[in-house]
Structures are given as structure tokens and as C-alpha cells.
């Protein structure tokens, strides 16, 4: 038999907050990310900007990504 798909109705109050919050905390840091890219210089970036902007899709890896290892 196979298992029908998990709903959020299926879920427990705190494994819905807890998806709420990794959502909100996902937007704040790449929110981030794109600010700091924006005002950055260049020079100060290693990669194409527009490369960066790409990365930052990917969710959470991209944005996390930039500030360890996107700026010098």
C-alpha cells in the first residue's frame, strides 16, 4: 500500500512554527545576502555578482555560501 502525502494538517503545531521559522529565517539571510552583494564593491567580491545572485536560489546552501566564502 502506498502512503498519501503528509499534509500540513497532518502536521503538529510546533513541526508547522518550525517550518514557519526556517521559512522566515531562509528570507532574512538571503535578504541579507543580496543587500551586502548590492552595496559591496566588486572588488570586495570574488566571482561575477551576477554568478552570486544565481547561487542565492539555492536555499540555504547559496546565501550561506556568499558570506563564508563570497566576500574577501
Not at 518550525?18 to 570586495?44: K, Q, W, Y
Not at 554568478?51 to 546565501?63: D, E, I, R, S, Y
Amino acid at each position: 500500500m502506498e502512503k498519501s502525502p503528509t499534509t500540513w494538517s497532518d502536521l503538529t503545531a510546533t513541526q508547522q512554527r518550525a517550518i514557519c521559522a526556517a521559512g522566515a529565517a531562509e528570507v532574512v539571510v538571503t535578504s541579507l545576502a543580496l543587500r551586502d552583494l548590492v552595496r559591496r564593491p566588486t572588488r570586495e567580491i570574488r566571482g561575477p555578482k551576477a554568478v552570486w545572485v544565481l547561487a542565492f536560489l539555492v536555499q540555504p546552501v547559496g546565501p550561506i555560501a556568499y558570506f563564508a566564502l563570497g566576500r574577501r
